[in-house]
């Protein structure tokens, strides 16, 4: 027989990358989070220790830090006139399992995004004119700005322990970084990692016919590190066993040993292992599920409060919206975790 659980506030399926940031942010602010997690956990097991960290052919050709396909896997048709099919074997695309996600395997190559990126269709329709963007492209302004994201920009590269070398610091150009970067406020966290023969032979090459070549951002950790939760960094070794495997050095930053611990110390979350989520049941007492309106919160044509009025006054079951104003519904008014019971952005 079913058994019931205590209710939370929030539930969030997977304990990958974003569900560690989000759980640190909210449980932080108070609020309850559950994350149900497939795989199992992947701090201080075999794939952290030498000499089994190394071993190619159990986590690169067998993947065994991978999603299982036998047990699920995606289907895949090369056009629309074909059958879907079960993919039965992955090589590119590599969703991780486990508590951390991909990220507990990622290379950590951690670029920002451009000044441009958030407002990319204004761009595009100021470059172009309205018409080089064709009606059916999903192309849109995601709400937040640039100097909005910054701080968070600068928060992800504190707590995931990033080595690189500014090129843009408040407008001023800095020798030596990424002079197209966006302006940042402050420099990495850590010196960039020590370049190998091919990279310095590379940048020498690069500069002598006139580009601009520069450290690329990375969360290893080029030397020891504490981050501004306590979460402790060990310096990259420079091994070479970085995709697809785990840090020995505890030198990458992963959210299995950053943010997922950190959420673990606050009494509002929880982190229930080996729970694999196959379907989503509505419960008739959830408040929206008879005749609550599906929001569609996006930024492009309404303000935030606009927003906030709405959601207070609607019956309204899930909501859909723009990354930048769900967060700030969900972080900065609170109003979404009242109102609503399913949330995708
Ligand atoms: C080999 C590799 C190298 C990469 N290198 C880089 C890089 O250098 N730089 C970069 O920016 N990005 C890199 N990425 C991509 C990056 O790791 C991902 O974009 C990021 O981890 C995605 O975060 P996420 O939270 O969306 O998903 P994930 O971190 O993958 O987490 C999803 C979690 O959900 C769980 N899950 C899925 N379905 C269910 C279910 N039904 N029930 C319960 N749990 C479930 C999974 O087990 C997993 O733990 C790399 C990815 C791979 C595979």
Redesign the pocket.
Known sequence: MAKKLPKRTVVI???????GLVSRQLTGMGIEVLV????GDHANGAETRLPNQRDELRWDQRQGLM?NWQRETYTLRHSRADESLPVRWMEAF??????????S??????WRWAEYDPTLRSRLESRYGKAAIPADMPLQDWGPSYGELEPYHHLFEKLFGLSGKAGNINGQIQAGGNPFEAPRARDYPLPPLTPILASAMFTDAARNAGYHPFPRPSANASQPYTNPDGSKFGGCQYCGYC??FGCEANAKGSPHMTVIPIAMRNPNFELRTH????RVLKDRKLRGEKGGEVAKLFAKHFKLEDHVIYLKRTKVGAAVGTPGRIGKLLCETGQLLSSVYLVSA
């Open positions: 399926v997977g304990g990958g990358l974003c569900a149900l997690e497939q795989g999603q590599l969703p991780g399992e486990g508590i951390g996600g991909a990220a395997h990622w290379n950590g190559s951690t995709q697809r729970s694999w989520v196959t």
